[in-house]
């Protein structure tokens, strides 16, 4: 493969990047805006859309905190309250946590190990557009009081189609099928762009932490989003007029605990899914801001690993009220302990990186280390939720309410606002303003621990979930007058971020290509990156290729006349052949439109399923017609043809 | 001050006012009805010592965690400071390595141990609370509705079972076994001053088993949402001394009150002959409506609508007229009474103790 | 955003209506409860033809109503005589056959008044916003409310097709057989 790499003062860099230039252009206008198909403007999209509903999701928080502010408050009344709290809980979990995780890793993925877009390109915008159908479906439904109002996990017979007439919980399973369309788009994307598209040299143990923790979720992504398609689509099944299936109807065979078998075989790994990416987050800013290289990088990956296969086998911690076997639920009891290894590995090393580095206080550790308290005290609560003996006490109280959102705010809200603030350079070129953030950080941190620490005491004295008011005698009114305080205080650091946001995006301090000197090799490239991320590819020799003496050659002699990118081994990442990229196509919106469409129909009529797939079909005939397809699939470099035209385009340059 | 060490100093600030407050809730947090810490039988009891165990134990490793954490930032303040924005990559040292992954391997050993630890006192406190047994115990089938509580005390004699709602007495200091079915939708049963919590599955009837050690009134609540009044559906344990309760049961078994009054008379009228009678049952008249609450006995209760309001005159008297207003969404209707008949029904209500 | 705006107009005119379906009413006001003393069984009248104005039942379009008088159904005991639409002792009234006319008005009168040979009068015995929703849900029963709101199957055993499922039956009246 050395006729691909040349010494670098051989190549004429500036005209390279601009014929690259005019291959990767978009369209302008409108038009372009919808067929791209760049993984950065995808990514970017997810996430805006993302915080978007983070924000809906924290309004809607909010206003569930004021009608709990005091016993027999009418702010809120138990039909409203329950479309609030199922659609609060809906958004945070399907609409927001795991569209984020998954859309930083569709635009740094690529980046990070040195390629130029994602393995499928129009695919992913397809995700993208399947995503937003799932909760304008939600909120349009939410708005015209036909929000579903069972819960987030929406168990039967409540949800089934006697207790929950009408059509709210049908707007429940299929946005959730429209949105874990997109969430199993996104990891096949990560999966197969991981496992063929890395820099030469980029051997498995060369993996940048993140890229391990993306790929690990894709891998749980595609073992869990199945069951609850399955569950939602048996609960749609049961409720579907003319179908009427008895899948949790016990009169007729069937059983009411199936379903939560089924939902949180999905639930639990779920959670793994929003908290994994997070850790490769945390495992990425820590090295950079300690100045050395992480510590136990094989122990941090073998962790990963193990967290993704034990996660698997918690589901039953949910259920131990139920009448499941006793011996059974200890088994769930040891797994669900067991759990804490790893992730307790993880947090040892990275405060070993901490211990033998010089941490500079910048906003992205600082949210590092407010993850780090917050989320062991979470993970120490799910210790005890383990037990289950305790649990039987604590089960469905507000202690489970601390327990998860120290877990998920703490765990991954935290090191998100991490990475947007280590990150924010690279997509825009300037810095986040540091005093605003530092407002932001210990408003939310004081504001946080406000709101969710006094939910521990509230759970203990008795306080369950899921309930719109309380009694005067109950004595929560002042804790959960506290809670809402803090509440309050979270909003406005929110605000705050989303100012600093606004206003840095072009008014921010200038950075360079690499203001924080990080080695991955995102930070090789321009602030923001090209369309084309590198104009050479680079290759690696270690696993902080930026830290590195000296620089290692690039890859040369991709195409700069159609979209070109390289296909490498799987365990030593040599280069194997060229790929071709599609152009940019309108067909993702349009089989988005066709795929969500015909779901929300089937809401109201069965025809819609048969009459959808058969659309769907057409659709997909066109976007796999000849001609649309790439050229060169499996043309590999071996062919004296092809050397030759390297060269010939080599000396070009 | 430096910027620097002034957010070590305030980082170390805000873990102090946290300990502080943790200190401050666990000591208020443990009085009260409905409380997980306030034991008043033997399950509950082993479960809060259960919950001490482990409390202390967390607390302990949360501590260890954050002094190595701050450790870690803070030492590093004694070299010389690095700028932000640094190039400066540190290199690192085999030895000091290799230091590090002994200790962190001694600290995942030792997390191991007091996992295993915590599980084996799990699984004792388990079966202690799964050994509470007796051969001829008292058994109270409990049903749940939406958004009630029914009780049947069975009994072999069928003229001696006893049927009542959201209001259970217990004999302190005998096992209790509690049947658990539902009526519709998922409930959860659970008096937190007795047990920790047992779903109520249609289709998957369980037990559970209960043991009142000291007298008292305790406060249960349903634990799984189950729709519009989850909220608002509790029960009442009141457990009291043997002869008390005996007393209690017999008057529970024996037929309702005849009533003696005009009023009481004319209130018994309005009851059977306008909606009343429709959903609720009352032993000893024709009234036997299995959809609502029976009301044999209903003045003897202390709260009513499944622990809601208060068993007083001016309540009940909201309640008839508009339950809707205390429960939106519950089954009882609103009522087109006029006062003359309300005020003959509350009497003859009152009357039925 | 073009999927979003195509999937938004479609389902705004779909949801426009379901709004209506979705109410949950808790305390409401009977739907033309004081129009009652205006039913007539019979819709001939000397001089002419009918004034009577067609009352409507909306809550034949709410799908809370309509499980409330399905629920009803079972608690007031209409499956007693009536059984869950077949009939027994009572006619069927799932079929199109009415005796004693199908618009709501006058299955509301039906239940209030009672009938010759066996319907009791519930008057008084259940308020009147529960018997619209029993009638509504009567007339669901032969497929004559929304299909949308209708009731879906029940969790009991099974005991014919839902009644979203069945099939419009055109209401005819029969003369009563004794």
């Known amino acids: 493969m050395s006729a691909l790499v040349l010494e670098q003062k051989e190549l004429n860099e500036p005209l390279e990047r601009v014929a690259l230039e005019r291959v990767w252009k978009r369209p302008p206008g409108f038009i372009g805006w919808i067929t791209t198909t760049h993984h950065k403007d995808i990514a970017i999209r997810y996430i805006v859309t993302a915080f978007i509903f983070f924000a809906l999701a924290g309004i809607l928080a909010f206003f569930m905190r004021l009608q709990l502010s005091f016993p027999e408050n009418n702010i809120l009344g ?123 040299g980029m051997s498995l143990n060369r993996l940048p932490i993140f890229v391990w923790a993306q790929l690990i979720t894709a891998f749980m992504i595609i073992f869990a989003m199945p069951a609850i398609m399955l569950g939602s689509g048996m609960l749609a099944m049961d409720r579907l007029t003319h179908v009427s299936t008895h899948f949790f109807n016990p009169a007729e065979g069937g059983d009411a605990l199936l379903y939560q078998h089924i939902f949180w075989f999905f639930g639990h790994p779920e959670v793994y899914i929003i908290f994994i990416p997070a850790t490769g987050f945390v495992s990425t800013i820590i090295p950079v801001f300690a100045r050395r290289k992480i510590f136990g990088y094989t122990a941090l990956v073998l962790s990963l690993i193990s967290i993704g296969f034990i996660g698997f086998g918690l589901w039953v911690h949910h259920m131990f009220a139920t009448p499941v076997p006793e011996l059974g639920q200890s088994f769930f009891t040891a797994a669900s302990m067991m759990i804490a290894i790893p992730s307790g590995i993880q947090i040892f090393c990275w405060i070993a990186t901490l211990w033998g580095g010089k941490p500079q206080m910048q906003l992205p550790l600082l949210f590092v280390l407010g993850f780090i308290a917050l989320f062991v005290l979470g993970g120490l609560t799910g210790v005890i939720l383990a037990s289950v003996s305790l649990d039987l006490q604590v089960h469905d109280t507000f202690f489970v309410v601390a327990h998860f959102h120290y877990v998920l705010i703490g765990g991954a809200v935290f090191p998100l606002f991490a990475a947007i603030y280590y990150w924010f350079p690279k997509w825009t070129g300037r810095l986040l303003d540091k005093s605003l953030g530092l407002w932001h950080f210990w408003l939310f941190f004081i504001g946080f621990n406000l709101t969710f620490f006094p939910m521990h005491q509230l759970g203990l004295k008795g306080m369950p979930r899921r309930i719109y008011t309380y009694a005067y005698d109950s004595g929560w009114a002042n804790l959960n007058l506290l809670a809402t305080t803090g509440a309050a205080i979270m909003g406005i650091s929110i605000v705050l971020f989303l100012i600093n946001v606004w206003r840095s995006r072009h008014s921010g301090v200038n950075a360079g290509p690499n203001p924080w000197h990080s080695p991955t090799l995102e930070w090789a490239t321009e602030s923001p990156p090209p369309d084309y991320n590198f104009v050479y590819l680079p290759t690696v020799q270690s696993r902080e290729p930026l830290w590195d003496e000296v620089s290692p050659p690039v890859v040369c002699g991709l195409s700069n006349r159609k979209r070109e990118s390289l296909i ?58 000849r001609g649309n397809e790439p050229a060169s699939l499996t043309h590999h470099v071996q062919s004296s043809e092809d050397l030759q035209l390297l060269k010939s385009e080599a000396n070009k340059i | 001050m430096s910027r620097r060490a002034r957010e070590h100093k305030a980082w170390r600030f805000n873990v102090g006012a946290g300990v502080i407050l943790l200190m401050l809730f666990a000591a208020s947090g443990c009085r009260g009805s409905q409380n997980v810490l306030n034991p008043g039988g033997s399950q509950a009891s082993h479960i809060s010592n259960l919950w001490w165990f482990y409390f202390w134990i967390t607390v302990s490793i949360y501590c260890l965690v954050l002094i190595f954490l701050i450790s870690a930032i803070i030492r590093t303040t004694r070299k010389p400071f690095v700028p932000a924005g640094s190039r400066e990559v540190l290199p690192t040292n085999s030895d000091e390595e290799r230091r590090k992954t002994i200790f962190i391997g001694a600290a995942i050993g030792l997390s191991l141990a007091t996992l295993f630890v915590l599980f084996l006192a799990d699984l004792f406190t388990g079966r202690s609370l799964h050994s509470l047994r007796a051969a001829d115990a008292l058994t109270i089938k409990v049903t749940g509705h939406q958004w009630w509580w029914e009780a049947v005390y069975e009994d072999q004699v069928a003229s001696n079972q006893v049927t009542t709602a959201n209001e259970i007495h217990l004999p302190v200091g005998k096992p209790v076994q509690i049947k658990l079915a539902s009526h519709d939708v998922i409930h959860s049963f659970w008096v937190p001053n007795l047990h920790g919590k047992k779903d109520l599955i249609p289709g998957h009837p369980t037990t559970l088993w209960i043991q009142a050690d000291k007298a008292g009134v305790y406060r249960g609540q349903c634990a799984e949402f189950c729709g519009h009044q989850h909220a608002h559906m509790r029960l009442l344990v009141v457990a009291e001394d043997e002869e008390y309760f005996q007393q209690w049961l017999s008057r529970e078994r024996s037929n309702a009150h005849i009533p003696e009054t005009e009023n009481q008379i004319h209130g018994e009228k309005v009851f059977l002959q306008t909606t009343c009678v429709m959903c609720h049952a009352i032993q000893g008249t024709v009234a036997n409506g299995k959809v609502g609450p029976n009301l044999t006995h209903v003045a003897n209760r202390r709260m009513l609508a499944a622990g809601r309001i208060p068993n007083a005159r001016g309540y009940l008297a909201g309640w008839i007229l508009d339950p809707q207003h205390l429960k939106p969404g519950v089954q009882m209707p609103q009522h087109n009474l006029s006062s003359d008949q309300l005020q003959a029904l509350l009497d003859y209500l009152e009357s039925l103790n | 955003m073009k999927s979003g705006f195509g999937l938004l107009t479609a389902s705004f005119l779909i949801l426009i209506s379901g709004c209506k379906r979705e109410d949950r009413g808790f305390r409401v006001s009977a739907p033309a409860a004081n129009a009652i003393q205006a039913i007539s069984l019979d819709p001939i009248h000397p001089g002419g033809a009918s004034t009577d104005e067609l009352i409507k039942n909306d809550y034949e379009e709410n799908a809370y109503a309509l499980s409330e008088g399905k629920r009803l159904y079972s608690q007031m005991n209409c499956v007693g005589c009536h059984a869950h639409g077949g009939g027994g002792m009572g006619v069927p009234l799932m079929d199109d056959k009415w005796i004693y006319g199908s618009r709501p008005e006058q299955v509301f009168a039906t239940i209030v008044e009672g009938r010759p040979n066996g319907m009791p009068s519930f008057r008084g015995k259940i308020p009147d916003y529960q018997v619209w929703a029993l009638v509504a849900y009567v007339r669901s029963m032969s497929g004559l409310a929304s299909q949308n709101a209708a009731p879906n199957r029940d969790d009991h055993m099974h005991l014919g097709p839902p009644e979203s499922s069945r099939e419009q039956q055109s209401p005819k009246d029969v003369p009563p057989t004794k």
């Open chain 1, 78 to 200: 138990p039909d409203r309250y329950n479309q609030f709290f199922t659609v609060h809980g809906m958004t945070m979990m399907f609409l927001f946590a795991v569209p984020v995780m998954e859309a930083l890793g569709l635009y740094f993925v690529p980046l990070m190990i040195g390629t130029r877009n994602v393995a499928f390109p129009r695919m992913n915008a397809f995700g993208y557009y399947t995503y937003l159908a799932g909760g304008i479906l939600l909120y349009v439904g939410l708005f015209l009081n036909i929000g579903p109002d069972t819960g987030w996990f929406s168990y039967v017979p409540l949800s089934g189609p006697q207790f929950s007439p009408g059509k709210r919980v049908d707007f429940w399973a299929q946005m959730i099928t429209l949105t874990e369309i997109a969430a199993l788009v996104g990891a096949v994307e990560i999966i197969v762009t991981v496992f063929k598209m890395r820099a030469p």
């Open chain 1, 568 to 625: 490498t081994t799987l365990m030593e990442a040599a280069p194997d052949h060229r790929y071709e990229l599609p152009e940019d196509s309108i067909w993702p919106v349009i089989l988005a439109l066709v795929v969500g469409g015909g779901i929300s129909w089937a809401i109201f009529d069965p025809w819609a399923v048969p009459i959808s797939a058969l659309l769907t079909f057409i659709v997909l005939c066109f976007w796999f017609w």
